[in-house]
C-alpha cells in the first residue's frame, strides 16, 4: 500500500464535524419511538389500543430500524470501502432523513413499520463508515479520544431529542411533527456531499490493492479473518441485543406506569438515561486506552449487567431513586459505545476496515430484532409487566464477561495493515 497522502489540521476537524453531526442525528431516530411509540399506538390503534399490545408494537419498531440498520450497515459499509467513506456517509444520512420524515405522513401502524425498517438502513450506514473515516484521517494518537467523540455522538442525539419532548408535549393528537423535525438534518447529508475530505488510507488501497476489494465480505469470512470476523461480532453484539431489549425498554415503562399523571416522564426518563449515555460513551474509549481492552470490556459488562438487571428487580418509576439510577445504568452500559468504535477498526486491515466493522456492529442488530420482539412478547405475557421482561433480557450483558477473553488483545495497535 503507498503511503497515504497529508490531511490538513482544517480537513480533520470538518471529518470530525460531519461525522459526529451525522452519528448524532442518527441517536436522534433512536430516541424518537421510545418517547412517542405509546402515543402513536393509541392514535393508530384506535378502539383496538391495550397496553400490551402497544408493547408488541413498541417492540416490532424497534426490530424494524435494527433489522434495517443491520442490512444497511452491511450494505453501505460495502459501499464505503467501493466508493469511500465520506460519500457512503452521506448517502446513509440522507437515507435515514428521507424516511424518518415520511414516516410522519403514516396512516397505520404496518406503514410506520416499513418506514422505520429503511429509516434504520441510513443509521447502520452511518456507523461504519463515520467511524472508519474518523480513525483513518486523524493520527492514532488521538483515537482514544476521538472514540469518544464518536461514541457519544449518538446519545447526544438522543438526549436532544429527549428534551424536543419534554418541552414540547408528545400526545396522541400530536405526535407526528416529531417525526418531521428528526427528517431536517438532510443537510449534514449534502454537507458530507460537498466538504468532507477522503480517507487518505482508503485511497492509497485504490490501485492494484482495490483488487482485492471486490468481495470484502467473502475475505472476512476467509481463513484468515474469520476468527477476527466472528470475535467482532459477538462483542458488538452484546450490548447491542442487551441494550435494545432492556435498557431501552425504561422508557415505555416509565410511560406505562407514570404516563397517565405525568405525560413528561418518560421524556424525564429517557433525558436521564441519555444524558448518563453521552458521558459514558465519551469515556469508554479512553477506559479501554487506560485499562486495556480485554479489562475494560470485562469490568464494564459487569456493571452493566448489575445495574440494569437491579433497577428492574428493586426500583418502579416514579421512585426518588429511579431517576438518578436510570443516568448510572445509561453511563455505565454506554461505555461499550465508546469502546467499540476504537476498538473494532483495530481488528481489521484498511481494505476491509468499513465492511468488517460495518459487519460487526450491525450483524448483531439481526439478533436485536429477535430478541426486542422477545421481550415485547414477554412483557404482554407477564401483562404489562416491563420489570419483568426487562430484568430477564438485561442478563444477556453477562454474556460478554466471557466473550471478551476470546477476542485478541489489540491494545497499543496502529491502524496499519
Known amino acids: ?47 383496538a389500543f391495550s397496553p400490551p399490545e402497544a408493547a408488541v408494537w413498541f417492540g416490532r419498531f424497534t426490530a424494524a430500524l435494527s433489522l434495517g440498520a443491520a442490512c444497511g450497515g452491511i450494505f453501505l459499509g460495502w459501499l464505503g470501502d467501493r466508493i469511500g467513506r465520506a460519500r457512503a456517509m452521506a448517502v446513509s444520512i440522507l437515507c435515514y432523513t428521507g424516511f424518518a420524515g415520511a414516516a410522519g405522513f403514516a396512516q397505520t401502524q404496518e406503514q410506520l ?48 431529542i429527549s428534551l424536543v419532548g419534554k418541552n414540547w408535549q408528545i400526545t396522541p393528537e400530536s405526535w407526528r411533527w416529531l ?47 474469520l476468527r477476527v470476523t466472528l470475535v467482532g461480532i ?58 486495556g481492552r480485554r479489562l475494560a470490556y470485562f469490568l464494564i459488562s459487569l456493571g452493566s449487567v448489575a445495574l440494569t438487571c437491579g433497577i428492574f428487580v428493586f426500583l418502579r418509576p416514579l421512585d426518588p431513586k429511579f431517576l438518578p439510577m436510570v443516568f448510572v445504568q445509561g453511563l455505565v452500559s454506554t461505555l461499550f459505545f465508546g469502546w467499540l468504535p476504537l476498538c473494532l477498526p483495530e481488528l481489521f ?36 409487566d416491563y420489570a419483568k421482561a426487562g430484568a430477564i433480557m438485561g442478563s444477556i450483558y453477562a454474556l460478554g464477561m466471557v466473550a471478551i477473553w476470546f477476542a485478541p488483545d489489540t491494545t497499543g495497535k496502529k491502524l496499519e495493515d
Do not use: H
Open 1 to 47: 500500500m503507498s503511503q497515504p497522502a497529508p490531511v490538513s489540521t482544517r480537513d480533520r476537524y470538518v471529518a470530525i464535524t460531519v461525522a459526529f453531526l451525522g452519528w448524532m442525528c442518527a441517536g436522534v431516530q433512536m430516541g424518537t419511538l421510545p418517547i412517542a411509540s405509546l402515543s402513536i399506538s393509541k392514535d393508530l390503534m384506535g378502539a
Open 234 to 291: 459477538a462483542l458488538a453484539s452484546i450490548p447491542l441485543i442487551a441494550a435494545w431489549s432492556a435498557g431501552r425498554w425504561l422508557t415505555p415503562w416509565a410511560d406505562a406506569v407514570a404516563g397517565a399523571a405525568n405525560p413528561r416522564y418518560k421524556a424525564d426518563t429517557q433525558a436521564a438515561w441519555a444524558f448518563g449515555a453521552a458521558v459514558g460513551s465519551f469515556f469508554g474509549g479512553q477506559i479501554a486506552s487506560l485499562l
Open 179 to 225: 417525526l418531521f423535525v428528526s427528517a431536517t438534518p438532510a443537510v449534514v447529508g449534502l454537507a458530507a456531499l460537498r466538504v468532507v475530505p477522503e480517507s487518505p488510507k482508503w485511497l492509497a488501497t485504490r490501485g492494484d490493492a482495490a483488487k482485492k476489494t471486490d468481495t470484502p465480505m467473502r475475505e472476512l469470512f476467509s481463513p484468515g479473518l
Open 349 to 384: 486491515p484498511t481494505r476491509v476496515r468499513a465492511s468488517g466493522a460495518g459487519l460487526s456492529y450491525n450483524f448483531g442488530r439481526f439478533l436485536v430484532a429477535g430478541a426486542v420482539l422477545a421481550a415485547g412478547a414477554l412483557t404482554s405475557a407477564f401483562g404489562g
Open 113 to 160: 413499520l416499513v418506514l422505520r425498517f429503511l429509516a434504520g438502513m441510513g443509521v447502520g450506514g452511518m456507523w461504519p463508515n463515520g467511524v472508519s473515516l474518523v480513525a483513518e484521517i486523524w493520527p492514532d494518537v488521538s483515537r482514544p479520544f476521538l472514540a469518544g467523540v464518536m461514541g457519544t455522538s449518538a446519545n447526544c442525539g438522543m438526549l436532544l
